[in-house]
C-alpha cells in the first residue's frame, strides 16, 4: 500500500515516448485514489484527535499598528523629555518597595530615552494635575493613562496606543469550562458591569448568553465567587487583580482567550503632548513602532502585566520587588471609577 501511494512514474531513458510516460502517471493517480477517498471518509473524524491551538493561550497581542512612513523621517530628537506621571497607577505608573517609581509604562519610556540617548525625567504630579501641567509646559509628555476621550482630544494630542485594552472572561475554579467560545457561553449567566463597554459587546456579539448585569464590577465579581453566576467579563486587567486578590480567595480563575474590540479603545493607553507638536508626536510613535518590531514590548507587557492564559497570571514583576496583585487590588477598582483613566 506504500508504495502506490509513494508511487512515481519511472522513466526508463531521456528518449521515452510521451505518451508511455502520461500514461504512468494516470496509473499512479488511479492507484492513490482509494487512499484518498479513505482519507475524506475520515476527516471529520480524525479532526477531534488535533489538539486546539494554542495561540489563543500563549501569544500575545499586538498592542499598536506600526505606521511604516515614520521610518523615513529623519527628524530630530529631543535632547531630553520630562513625563509627567502619577504613582498610584498599577501595574502602569507606581512605587515599588523601595520607593522608587516603576511600572509598565515608565519602562517603555526609558526604553523610548535609551534607544534615542536622550535624558528622561519623570515628574511625579496628582492625577488630576496631568493635563494642566502639560499645558503649562511643566512636561512634555504626559505618561499616566489620560483616557483619548473626545473632551481631551480637543485640548490635547496623543501618540497611538502602546497598550490595548481586552476583554476576558473568569470562571468558578471548579467549572469544567477551559475555552471562552459562542458554544461554550451560550445559556450561561455571565456577570458583567451595568452600562460597561464590556456588557455592551457582550450583547452585540454574544447572542444567547445570559446577561446579568451588576451595579459594577465588585459587585459582579462578587456574584461569580458566591456563586450565583457562571462567569465574569470585563477588562483583562481588573480580572486579574480579582482572582489574585484578597476578596476573590481562590475562588476563581482566568480563561485563556482575550478579546479584543474597537469597543474598548476609550481604554487603550496612550501618550499625551500639547496640541500643534507633531514632531514630538511622531518622535515618540515612531519609538513605540520600534519597540514593538524589536518584540520590546511584548517583553515589558510580560514582565509587569499579567497577560498569560493560566489560572494564576504573576504578578508585575520587577527587581525592586514591585507591589503584588492583591495589595494593588483596591487601587484598580478606584483607578476604574476615575471617569479620566482607563
Known amino acids: ?21 502520461t500514461g504512468g502517471i494516470w496509473r499512479g493517480i488511479g492507484r492513490f485514489l482509494p487512499v484518498l477517498s479513505i482519507l475524506l471518509f475520515f476527516q471529520p473524524f480524525l479532526f477531534f484527535l488535533v489538539p486546539p491551538p494554542a495561540h489563543a493561550r500563549s501569544r500575545l497581542p499586538l498592542f499598536r499598528h506600526v505606521d511604516v512612513s515614520l521610518g523615513k523621517l529623519r527628524g530630530q530628537a529631543p535632547e531630553r523629555l520630562r513625563f509627567l506621571l502619577a504613582d498610584d497607577f498599577p501595574p502602569f505608573t507606581y512605587r515599588n518597595r523601595q520607593g522608587a517609581i516603576t511600572g509598565y509604562a515608565v519602562a517603555v519610556a526609558q526604553a523610548i530615552c535609551r534607544r534615542a540617548r536622550i535624558r528622561c525625567q519623570f515628574i511625579i504630579r496628582p492625577f488630576d494635575r496631568l493635563a494642566a501641567d502639560l499645558l503649562s509646559n511643566r512636561g512634555d509628555v504626559v505618561l499616566s493613562g489620560l483616557r483619548p476621550l473626545p473632551a481631551n ?27 471562552a467560545t459562542h458554544a461554550t457561553l451560550v445559556g450561561r449567566r455571565v456577570a458583567v458591569a451595568k452600562g460597561s463597554l464590556h456588557a455592551l459587546w457582550l450583547r452585540r456579539n454574544m447572542a444567547g448568553v445570559r446577561v446579568v448585569q451588576k451595579p459594577d464590577f465588585a459587585t459582579a465579581a462578587a456574584a461569580l465567587r458566591e456563586n450565583k453566576v457562571d462567569a465574569l467579563f470585563g477588562d483583562w486587567l481588573q480580572l486579574a487583580f480579582f482572582v489574585n486578590g484578597a476578596r476573590a480567595n481562590g475562588c476563581c480563575r482566568v480563561l485563556p482567550e482575550l478579546f479584543i474590540d474597537r469597543a474598548f479603545a476609550w481604554n487603550h493607553l496612550s501618550m499625551a503632548i ?53 495589595g494593588n487590588e483596591k487601587k484598580s477598582e478606584k483607578k476604574d471609577r476615575q471617569t479620566s483613566r482607563p
Open 274 to 326: 500639547r496640541p500643534g507638536e507633531r514632531g514630538l508626536r511622531d518622535f515618540l510613535d515612531r519609538q513605540l513602532d520600534m519597540l514593538q518590531e524589536d518584540g520590546e514590548l511584548r517583553i515589558l507587557a510580560r514582565r509587569f502585566l499579567p497577560l498569560q492564559g493560566g489560572d494564576a497570571p504573576s504578578a508585575p514583576r520587577d527587581t525592586g520587588g514591585g507591589a503584588g496583585l492583591a
Open 153 to 179: 482630544w480637543k485640548r490635547l494630542d496623543f501618540t497611538r496606543p502602546y497598550f490595548k485594552a481586552v476583554g476576558r472572561f473568569a470562571v468558578r475554579r471548579e467549572a469544567r469550562m477551559h475555552h
Open 1 to 21: 500500500m506504500w508504495k502506490s501511494i509513494l508511487y512515481v512514474p519511472e522513466v526508463a531513458s531521456s528518449d521515452c515516448r510521451s505518451a508511455g510516460l
